[in-house]
């Protein structure tokens, strides 16, 4: 026993006479001056998401709800949720869009629970990894196999509601007012069927194609950011 003591004693010597060794090499960090992020007051909802350019001393500022879906090209097809918009997602069992009813959004999980350990129900896969990651996102590789690519349930916080005390956006009960969206590809384009349910019928449905990276925003007039 005292052997396998001494061993470790030995061991541990060697360990730091090693990091001793290391002392010399230091990174050292120029750093940039005169960079300052724009926050909000305790009083103010937060308004933008922010994007910083560390190398350039730059931040770019975004609407956080001027969109609810983004899409990414790259090796790979990827759908992105606006987590800032607390945009979270789900899939319906049916491909065909159109075959999709207000019975099937009921049958699905309640989207407008909280996402929030402490307090919610929803499980952690309606929402995309929380470091950012493309490898944990709720839609997944998009296919160019129309008959593998779900339809799936999208909501957004965009309904006025009293969070704390305080007016606020909240994601809708109302499944008549949650979106449908199913997502293809076909070589380098996106191919995006949308429905919108209210009630018991369809209210609208298009296809759009597009190239990649922009955003897609719900709305009284939906639109392509590019």
């Known amino acids: 026993m005292k052997r396998l003591f001494y061993l470790f004693l030995l061991i541990a010597c060697v360990n730091l006479s090693s990091c001793d060794n290391d002392d ?36 770019y500022p975004v609407d956080r709800k001027s969109w609810n879906l983004g899409f990414y090209c790259g090796d790979d097809f990827k759908v992105v949720l606006n987590g800032a918009y ?39 896969e309606v929402v995309d990894a929380f470091d950012g990651s493309l490898g944990g996102t709720v839609f997944g590789e998009i296919s160019a196999d129309d008959a593998k690519s779900n339809v799936f349930f999208v909501v957004s916080a965009n309904t006025e509601h009293i969070v704390y005390g305080r ?43 597009f190239k990649p990276k922009p955003k897609l925003s719900f709305g009284d007039n939906l639109q392509i950011i590019a």
């Not at 050292?28 to 560390?54: I, P």
């Not at 945009?87 to 929030?116: M, P, R």
């Not at 076909?186 to 191919?191: E, I, K, Y």
């Open 24 to 59: 010399d090499l230091k990174v050292v960090s120029e750093g940039q001056l005169g960079f300052r992020l724009e926050g909000k007051s305790e009083t103010e909802d937060y308004a933008n998401s922010v994007y910083v350019d560390l190398s350039n001393d730059k931040q």
């Open 86 to 124: 607390e945009t979270v997602a789900t899939a319906s069992n049916k491909t065909d869009i159109t075959a999709v009813t207000l019975a099937d959004a009921n049958d699905a999980l309640d989207l407008a629970a909280s996402t929030q350990s402490q307090t919610g129900n929803l499980p952690v």
């Open 167 to 209: 007016p606020g956006l909240v994601r809708s009960p109302d499944r008549t007012q949650w979106y449908q969206v199913k997502v293809t590809r076909n070589g380098v384009l996106f191919v995006i069927t949308q429905i919108y349910i209210y009630r018991v019928s369809v209210v609208f449905r298009f296809a759009l194609s």
